[in-house]
């Protein structure tokens, strides 16, 4: 048996920091995509088949019939915090780990949220949109883009996991007033820490100002939030997507928008991603961003490296620092 073989078989399904690939070669027989080559169904599972482990994103569905196809794997190891594109129960039958990337990405992603927030509630795209079509011909006090204020106005978190809590933070710093429902209540202590208040669903629809949704994407909140919770917002009131597209009913968000039932949405997340779907890009009241909220080089190195290290711990016989299952 040669050296090479004698070290395990991993597969990286997407392009990663080439110094980070140089150094997981030192130590396995990867098999890259640095072409970022988009694969189907069938490609995943064909380069999985002989593989100890594998280095995944949220666009790669891991699911029973991959993982029966896949005989030694031991360890999939996803670059997010979301793990929907992983079927648990199935890596629970073969006892095949799973794994994430929590906590390297929080501040960046709720940073992000905040940011979504903003240029949603001020109207930043459309107002640029309307600058370059050269609409911009006087000092206007009322014939320019007039948008909501975020300074002081009410909140709704739905999600109050680490993101959520990160995001409660930076809303206090703009005077905000926090409401968040969640499936289980935070400690009197971390709600001190957020200023945050909790609240039922039906509360946080119809007192927030602004709603931003946080939480993972499970199938029990498949179109969670749809025609009838946007019935229940104010119709000045904005809601910004940073979860999962599935989350939310975006026929129902599209034509709430066009009917101008809520004031506005931002939305980072999409069902069928990376398509979006045309009565989304048809509207003005929306900011729409390609799955960014983790995407500064910084955090994305850092999810890498959090992978790479579970998926060496887990082949390494010990258990990884972020085992799901
Ligand atoms: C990822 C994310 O970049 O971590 C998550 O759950 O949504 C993003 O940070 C994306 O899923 C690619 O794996």
């Known amino acids: 048996m040669t050296q090479k073989d004698q070290k395990p078989k991993i597969l990286v399904a997407r392009e990663i920091f080439p110094d980070l690939l140089a ?6 027989d990867v098999q890259s995509n640095q072409d970022d080559l988009i694969w189907s169904a069938e490609d995943l599972k ?3 088949a002989d593989k100890d482990a594998a280095i995944v994103t949220g666009g790669e569905r891991i699911d029973a019939d991959i993982i029966a196809a896949s005989p030694n794997l031991k360890i999939v190891s996803n670059i997010a915090v979301g793990y929907n594109n992983f079927d648990m129960p199935a890596f629970k039958a073969r006892q095949v780990m799973a794994t994430n990337t ?3 990405l929080t501040e960046t992603t709720a940073d992000f ?6 240029a949603t509630a001020r109207r930043l795209t459309e107002s640029e949109h309307w600058l370059r079509a050269g609409q911009w011909k006087k000092f206007s006090i009322c014939d320019t883009p007039l948008a909501m204020d975020i300074h002081h106005s009410t909140l709704g978190i739905m999600g109050m996991g680490r993101i959520g809590q990160a995001i409660a933070r930076r809303a206090l710093g703009f005077g905000m007033k926090v409401r968040y429902y969640n499936r289980s209540r935070l400690s009197p202590e971390l ?17 927030s100002d602004h709603i931003i949704l946080v939480m993972p994407y499970t199938p029990e909140n498949h179109h969670l939030f749809g025609e009838k919770e946007l019935n229940m917002m104010k119709p000045t009131a904005t809601v910004v997507n ?10 129902a968000l599209a034509k709430a928008l066009k009917e101008k039932k809520i004031f506005a949405a931002g939305i980072d997340v999409f069902e069928g991603e990376p398509t979006v779907r045309p009565e989304l890009l048809a509207l003005d009241n929306i900011v729409l961003a390609p799955h960014i909220a983790s995407a500064t080089e910084k955090t994305r190195r850092a999810m890498i490296e959090l992978a790479i290290k579970n998926c060496l711990t887990g082949l390494a016989g010990k258990t990884p620092p972020n085992l799901l299952s």
């Open 23 to 28: 150094q997981l070669e030192q130590v396995a």
């Open 102 to 104: 929590p906590d390297v």
């Open 113 to 118: 949220g905040f940011t979504l927030l903003m």
């Open 242 to 251: 940073i979860a999962r597209g599935g989350i939310v009913d975006e026929l």
């Open 46 to 48: 064909a380069a999985m």
């Open 191 to 207: 709600e001190k820490e957020c200023g945050a208040t909790y609240v039922d669903r039906e509360t946080l629809l119809k007192e």
